[in-house]
């Protein structure tokens, strides 16, 4: 994005990047609506200072990093937002009311246990499960390679499981 782009290019950079920042920030958020707002700050801020993109990096990254700014600036406003045990249980179907009960217990259970993890284990955990984003993606978000993507995934399933373990 230059400032000299028109509003056709701005329109296309959006149709293009929207669905990745959205994704992004909806793993962080686990919120269809805030991650909808945010996104749409995020192109906001984005085009507001669009002459410090400089191209050294990849548009999503740059977007994203943005995104991430973003949230920040949200969650200081609101910081109740951050407590995982705000999960809408609407979010999980259950088979029955007895199994639902156990199940949503393991879920707090895993989520709080997920949530302790250290960054980056506990974001490359969230965009890779409730993100959806591919190793490459999640790379890109992090300024790193797909690679590192791979190994800090897995490392941080391997704290998961420990934890978990320990915890039993």
């Excluded at 991650?35 to 200072?49: C, D, G, N, R």
């Excluded at 302790?116 to 965009?127: I, N, Q, S, T």
Aim: hydrophobic letters at 30%; one cysteine or more.
């Amino acid at each position: 994005m230059q400032r000299s782009e028109s509003d056709a290019d701005i329109q296309r950079n959006y149709q293009e990047y929207a669905r990745t920042v959205y994704k992004y920030l909806l793993s962080l958020t686990r919120d269809e609506q805030i991650a909808e707002e945010l996104t749409q700050e995020t192109f906001f801020q984005a085009i507001q200072t669009c002459e410090k993109y400089d191209g050294s990096c990849a548009m999503p990254t740059w977007l994203c990093a943005i995104a991430k700014n973003v949230l920040r600036t949200y969650r200081r406003k609101h910081p109740q937002q951050e407590n995982i045990d705000d999960i809408r249980e609407e979010t999980f179907a259950t088979p029955s009311a007895e199994s639902g009960a156990e199940a949503s217990d393991e879920r707090v259970r895993l989520f709080r246990q997920l949530h302790e993890l250290p960054d980056p284990y506990r974001e490359v955990l969230y965009l890779r499960i409730y993100g959806g984003l591919s190793f490459r993606e999640i790379g890109e978000v992090h300024s790193k390679t797909e690679n590192w993507a791979r190994v800090t995934f897995y490392r941080g399933k391997e704290k998961l499981k420990s934890v978990i373990s320990d915890n039993l």
